[in-house]
């Protein structure tokens, strides 16, 4: 009995810090993917950079991330994803290939670029474990990027 009542608490902790750092590393994949959804969004079409359609291609592309992130433990923002601040969205930059300033932070992107221009998203999040342990951070903050060039992909027809 009493060796039970020695070796059952390690066990439950030991437990209890595998569960969390499968949440962690699920949470991880889940902001990575937020940054990718958005950063495709974003540059899958030239003329969603164009003067007309920037601010709406940069609410759309936080939706998805915050869309993308809207399972996770912590998650902080509107119940339909459409804005979040945990994770949080970093503005959404426009850079050269070369980060040159052949592409301009503000609209209108120049269609047609060669080399095109990147998106950037950042997505920061802040990851909270059930055990709070004494020598382990109680909140463990990291940021995931993507990067993805701004393509000219012909539009598919509707059916």
Same mark, same amino acid.
């Given at each position: 009995?009493?060796?039970?009542? !020695? ?18 590393? =699920? ?7 937020? =940054? ?11 003329? +969603?950079?164009?003067?007309? +359609? @920037? #601010? ?10 915050? =869309?993308?992130?809207?399972?996770? %433990?912590? @998650? ?9 601040? &945990? $994770?949080?969205? #970093? /503005? ?7 980060? &040159? *300033?052949?592409? /301009?932070? #503000?609209?209108?992107? %120049? ?13 920061? @999040? ?11 951070? *109680? ?9 993805? #060039? !701004?393509?000219?992909? $012909?539009?598919?027809?509707? %059916?």
């Amino acid at each position: 009995m009493t060796e039970f009542a !020695i070796v059952v608490p390690i066990f439950l902790l030991l437990a209890i810090g595998i569960a969390d750092l499968g949440r962690l590393y =699920t949470a991880m994949g889940q902001v990575e993917a937020g =940054t990718r959804e958005a950063a495709d969004y974003g540059a899958f079409q030239e003329s +969603n950079w164009t003067d007309t +359609n @920037y #601010a709406q291609t940069e609410a759309e592309m936080v939706r998805r991330a915050c =869309t993308a992130a809207i399972g996770l %433990p912590d @998650y902080v923002g509107a119940a339909d994803g459409s804005s979040c601040s &945990n $994770p949080s969205v #970093a /503005p959404i930059a426009i850079e050269g290939q070369d980060r &040159n *300033a052949s592409c /301009p932070t #503000a609209p209108p992107v %120049p269609q047609g670029l060669d080399p095109p221009c990147i998106v950037h998203v950042s997505l920061t @999040y802040t990851f909270h474990a059930i055990l709070r342990v004494p020598f382990i951070p *109680a909140a463990l903050t990291f940021e995931r990027d993507s990067r993805f #060039a !701004i393509s000219a992909l $012909p539009v598919p027809a509707g %059916p």
